[in-house]
């Protein structure tokens, strides 16, 4: 007995049928354009109400800042009355020349000991030592900033901030103390205008006028004992300067 197997026979393709599923068909699939999405719906949808952006209050900055940093600590704000006596710090040709001078007086190993120079350096043409030249001066030397303000802060003779054209340094040490430079230091605080306020600390010494003219600081012994009271009127030395004076060496500049 033969099994006779059906095998049904290929169906006939309806080709106008295949036209649904072609790109270019004479009828194409009617496929519905996406529609335009609404971003202000998308926030509902997803996030559900999302508040506004809160302005931030400058004022109110200061509580996310980490502590400030020892050097930032160590840097005075170098603006004073007197700031506009000096030419802001600038990298000269002429400073890079006399520092490369300096520094090439030491060994290559130990050029970080030419500190000292450049920093009477930076002082002596821009009158005093800034966050700027201090950066300046660490990154010459190959040392970190900190090492500078190190040696800033340890020397009274460093001044960080503006001081006056005239910048009187009056000796506050027992001869000169006992023989009135306090006294002495009062007189030409009256008379030139200046409120040294709580300026007579280690870190902040530098008591400047209204006008910027004037300046003023204590110094310790300034080795002339026998002859107090002693001060310094920028870099002239005056030897027993009474308190009455005060107004006659004042005049001696001003004039
Ligand atoms: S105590 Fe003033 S110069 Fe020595």
């Given at each position: 007995m033969s099994t006779r197997i059906v095998v049904p026979r290929p169906r006939v393709i309806d080709r106008s049928r295949l036209s649904y599923i072609?790109?270019?068909?004479a009828s194409p699939l009617q496929v519905p354009r996406p529609r335009l999405i609404d971003r202000s719906q998308l926030i509902y949808l997803t996030l559900g109400k999302v508040p506004q952006a809160r302005k931030i209050n400058p004022a109110h900055v200061h509580y996310l800042r980490p502590e400030p940093s020892v050097l930032e600590k160590n840097i005075?704000?170098?603006?004073?009355?007197?700031?506009?006596?000096f030419e802001p710090f600038a990298i000269t040709p002429q400073l890079e020349q006399e520092a490369d001078r300096r520094i090439a007086q030491y060994p290559d190993d130990q050029k970080r000991s030419a500190v000292l120079p450049l920093l009477h350096e930076v002082q002596h043409r821009f009158g005093f030592i800034s966050p700027e030249s201090i950066d300046w001066v660490a990154q010459k030397l190959d040392i970190a900033p900190i090492k500078v303000v190190e040696v800033v802060t340890f020397y009274?003779?460093?001044?960080?901030k503006a001081p006056g054209k005239l910048h009187f340094r009056v000796c506050r040490t027992l001869s000169c103390a006992m023989g009135g430079s306090y006294e002495l230091m009062a007189k030409i605080c009256e008379l030139t205008g200046i409120d040294r306020g709580s300026a007579d600390t280690h870190k902040d010494p530098i008591s400047v006028s209204p006008c910027g003219k004037f300046s003023v600081e204590y110094a310790e012994c300034l080795a002339s004992c026998g002859t107090a009271p002693v001060c310094l009127v920028n870099d002239d030395f005056h030897e027993?300067?009474?308190?009455?004076?005060a107004q006659e060496l004042i005049a001696q500049y001003n004039g």
């Open positions: 072609r790109l270019r068909s005075l704000s170098p603006e004073t009355p007197g700031t506009e006596n009274p003779g460093f001044r960080q027993g300067v009474l308190p009455e004076k």
